[in-house]
């Protein structure tokens, strides 16, 4: 199964204690990478979120964000700070006696400064919390993952129609390749009458230099080798694991391939035939730094 490493991804679940959201989009990267952000309290979910988002994902850069918001009433319990008290109401006193001010005799004086009560939350049962974030993760990657796969079908799609353009082009190199040798044999042979005139010509001699030449321009073996490549391009393209890194070594190698074609060519319709092949392949490989 072809995917691409780009997607995107979110789910929300609405509760009456509490509000979960999560959101996932990724782009390309050589290897997995994850960043999780977290509503503030809720920083424990980070390397489990990682983690989980690990097992169905292997190579991507992937940004995670999780927001959960709690209903006001499981905000917690109000406790009254009676150091902080005591330390506005000795303040409040020194300011009375130093500028002869009178103290209101009311306990809203107290209670209007900061810190003087305080909201005491019961602890989080992080399980819980844990496997609700993940039941929402669990709905985000679905979306995000089949977003993946259908942009991994395209890119399947582009990849084996420029396969079917190398091979055609490949096709025409393995028909050309044997005319051009007898073309350059009678070039050979001709060279050497106009450098001799009508004297003989040891004809084994001359057969052998042309079978020596032959095999310096001869291509099969690398058109064999490029055919053989496009074989199992076309069968990483039906395996279940993910092969974007085998499919960037393989692209090299079919490039190497192109370059000693190329390099043996002194055919000029050979010779465009290779620009046309090495111009596919380097669409190819574009492509592929796309794929998990």
Known sequence: MIRSMTGYGRAVDVAPEMTVTVELKSVNHRFFECSVRTTRGYSFLEEKLKAYVNRFISRGKVDCF???????????????NTAMAEGYYRAIRELSETYSL????????LASHPDVFEIRKPPADEDKIWE????????????????????????KADVLGRADVILDAVS????????????????IRQRIRELIGDASVDEGRLLNEAAIFADKIAVAEETVRLRSHIDQLRAFFEAEEPVGRKLDFLVQEMNREANTI???????????????????IEKIREQIQNIE
């Open 132 to 155: 609700r974030v993940r039941a929402v993760a669990d709905k985000a990657l679905e979306s995000f993952l089949s977003m993946r796969q259908i942009e991994g079908e395209k890119l």
């Open 66 to 80: 999780v927001q959960v918001e709690n209903e006001e009433s499981t905000t917690g319990v109000v406790t009254v």
């Open 172 to 187: 025409f190199i393995e028909r050309r390749s044997p005319e051009t040798v007898k073309e350059d044999h009678e070039k």
């Open 102 to 109: 009178a103290i209101p005799d009311n306990v809203e004086l």
């Open 262 to 280: 190329g390099s043996k060519a002194s055919d000029i319709e050979i010779a465009r035939k290779v620009i046309e092949i090495k111009s596919e």
